[in-house]
């Protein structure tokens, strides 16, 4: 009796058993194919990225004349303080201007050193380009020997934010590419914002790392578009 009793028991707990082990494998199959889910802001990140890659490829298709691709660009930088002055003294934006000179020149156009520029115009006269002076910019240009000027600009503004009790700085920078008669030819930019501190020029060398290759490509492509429209009737001859 007690036997089968026994063996009664025993072939209900191996059929539990086995329920158990049925129940059990999917899930386990299941964990061994199971990964976390990707980072949502990584895969937004690659979209942006794969989306800024092709705005820079099509921009870099435009066709651009080689008359055009030989004109003269003089390129200078400044950084408006908050008083609304303007400083330009070029020494002090060497990386700045490296980082858009190597890309124009990488793309066939020609441009002028800051050791060029300043050894052919007075600081007062690149000045005047910051100061929207027309005629003092148009006689730099002249003495220069540039056909074109891409003034780059640094704008900053800081606030401070009580929440995390630091200083909240927003960086731009703006870049506007004109003809020795005023005419401007091409506009681009890159803005961010940053609790780095108040280290400007630091920020908008990241700032511009980051955007340069698309700054250039949208200079260059409204460049090659307009350039032969802005110059003057002389020089289209």
């Known amino acids: 009796m007690r036997d089968r009793f026994g063996a009664v028991a025993r072939r209900r707990f191996r059929c539990c058993a086995a329920l158990c082990i049925a129940a059990l494998v999917p899930f386990g199959a299941g ?25 820079v490829a099509e921009n870099l298709s435009t066709p651009c004349k080689q008359a055009i691709k030989d004109k003269k660009i003089a390129v200078i930088i400044g950084e408006e303080q908050t008083n609304g002055v303007v400083l330009a003294r070029q020494e002090n934006y060497g990386p700045h201007f490296q980082l858009i000179n190597v890309r124009l020149q990488a793309l066939g156009l020609r441009t002028y ?10 600081q007062a006269e690149i000045d005047a380009y910051f100061k929207n002076n027309p005629d003092a910019a148009l006689s730099a240009a002249k003495r220069l020997g540039a056909n074109f000027v891409l003034r780059g600009l640094i704008v900053s503004q800081a606030t401070y934010n009580p929440i995390v009790r630091v200083n909240q700085v927003t960086v731009g920078m703006g870049f506007t590419l004109a003809a020795a008669n005023g005419r401007t030819v091409a506009n681009a930019g890159a803005n961010a914002a940053s609790y780095a501190g108040p280290d400007v020029r630091a920020m908008a060398l990241t700032l511009l790392n980051e955007n340069a ?19 003057p009737a002389k020089a289209r001859k």
């Open 113 to 122: 050193t800051p050791e060029e520029i300043r050894k052919q115009i007075a």
């Open 213 to 231: 290759d698309e700054v250039v490509s949208r200079l260059y492509s409204e460049y090659c578009r307009n350039a032969e429209l802005a110059a």
């Open 31 to 55: 964990a061994q194919g199971f990964k976390f889910e990707k980072d949502p802001g990584a895969q937004q990140r690659a979209a942006e990225e794969a989306a800024r890659g092709a705005r």
